[in-house]
């Protein structure tokens, strides 16, 4: 039924390349592209499928996307490589008429900054075109998007507060290590953090905001409040949210390393000159920390992951929580990734599904919630990421 194309091998490329081989019947020819080819083919062996094409791609190029896009022709492209790589790949999927999917919204390689007013520019060329672009379609942007559609199609006439709440209860046995790409981690927990309340927004000290939070099956976990992509396009969309947050939690150990890490300057994103040759310090202290695919093995607990919302429905006020819970050593049973890569990639597999199967297919640019959420959270279930919903229940971030 559809041809896809996957550029990016880390860990939330492995997982994608994982889940898409288990849907043969939707994604029927699959290649795996990235700029370390030997990756791309260590996930075919460890998938055992040898049909599953892989290539190597500079994915900051667009002469050489155009071209392999018109090489292996595929109907959508899968982009799990980095937020650098966004606008390169949508170009080329436009000039090679290619569909779009992507898990992190744009940001420049020299200002820690992200919004999606890059990529909402490719709104008429993409509709022009005839083409979608599915934007966020990991868990955090993604399902948490999926989550706030579903509880406005289903339960709410208007959705007044949103708190999307986010977990890693996971331990990983290393003094410290990111669960996702490193240099993009680093660099999204030590902006200011941001919230929106009454049509503005409020900016905060990085992690000056925190409180426990209760998540089902771990427990109280101390959360901070971040600025999280999908916040930008949920206020956007749903112009009735008064208040829209974003938590996440750390723990004691892993905020002590990244105080250090930012007071020694090994977070700067500058060029610095080291023995005659211009090195950025956080690139460099990618290349020392623990690869995120390697943390899989010894990965115990879980992530919890949802949304709770505060709003009306038929006059009167209610509550809603709804949530999922990922194990990592089942999602490393599965796929030989962690829980966050798994959170990421099965969403991104069910994104490309969407639009293969014609639900998710609109000419132009869209985040994921401005789709119809019922057969995405179908395919949730299916998929390895079963979800929970709370009614009415107590809500402690509701004051
Ligand atoms: P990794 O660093 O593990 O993987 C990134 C991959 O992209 C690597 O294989 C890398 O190649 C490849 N790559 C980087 N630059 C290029 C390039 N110029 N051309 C071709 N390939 C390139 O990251 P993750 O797998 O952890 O994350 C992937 C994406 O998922 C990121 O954008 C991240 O922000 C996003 N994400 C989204 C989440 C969500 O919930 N929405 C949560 C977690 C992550 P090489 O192997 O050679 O380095």
């Not at 090489?71 to 980095?82: C, G, Q, Y």
């Not at 927004?201 to 209760?214: G, K, Q, Y």
């Not at 099956?217 to 901070?224: C, F, L, R, T």
């Amino acid at each position: 039924m559809g041809r896809v194309l996957i550029i990016g091998a880390g860990g939330v490329g492995t997982v994608v390349a994982h889940k898409v081989a288990q849907n043969a019947d939707v994604f029927t020819d699959i290649m795996i592209a990235s700029r370390t080819k030997s990756k791309c083919d260590d996930i075919v062996k460890a998938i055992g499928n040898p049909k599953i094409k892989t290539a190597k791609i500079d994915a900051d190029n667009v002469e050489e996307l155009v071209a392999l896009f018109n090489d292996f022709k595929p109907e959508i492209v899968i982009n799990v490589a980095l937020p650098y790589q966004d606008l390169t790949i949508m170009e080329a999927c436009l000039q090679a008429g290619v569909n779009y999917l992507d898990t992190a919204n744009y940001e420049p390689k020299d200002v820690a900054h992200f919004e999606y007013s890059w990529q909402w520019a490719y709104q008429e060329r993409f509709k022009e075109a005839g083409l979608t672009a599915i934007l966020g379609c990991g868990f955090d942007p993604g399902v948490t998007g999926v989550f706030t559609s579903y509880a406005a199609k289903h339960y709410f006439d208007e959705i007044q507060y949103l708190d999307i709440i986010d977990c890693n209860a996971g331990d990983h046995h290393k003094a410290f290590a990111t669960n996702f790409n490193p240099e993009i981690n680093i660099r999204e927990i030590t902006q200011k953090g941001r919230y929106y309340e009454n049509g503005k927004w409020v900016e905060t000290e990085p992690l000056e905001i925190h409180r426990p939070i209760d998540y089902p099956n771990i427990g109280p976990k101390e959360s901070y409040l971040l600025f999280h992509e999908e916040l930008e396009s949920l206020v956007k969309n749903y112009p009735t949210i008064k208040r829209a947050r974003f938590w996440m939690t750390f723990g004691q150990e892993y905020l002590t390393h990244l105080r250090v890490i930012q007071n020694i300057g090994m977070a700067r994103i500058d060029e610095v000159d080291y023995n005659g040759q211009k090195i950025v310090p956080l690139q460099f202290l990618k290349a020392v920390l623990p690869n995120p695919q390697d943390l899989g093995e010894n990965y115990t607990g879980e992530t919890s992951i949802g949304c709770c919302i505060r709003g009306l429905k038929d006059g009167k006020e209610r509550t809603y929580y709804v949530y999922n819970n990922c194990s990592h050593e089942a999602a490393y049973k599965e796929t030989g990734m962690q829980g966050v890569s798994y959170t990421t990639g099965v969403p991104a597999m069910i994104g490309a599904m969407m639009f293969l199967k014609g639900e998710w297919a609109r000419p132009g640019v869209y985040n994921v919630e401005e789709f119809n959420p019922d057969p995405f959270m179908d395919q949730l279930n299916k998929q390895g990421l079963p979800w929970h919903e709370v009614f009415d229940g107590k809500n402690e971030l509701s004051e």
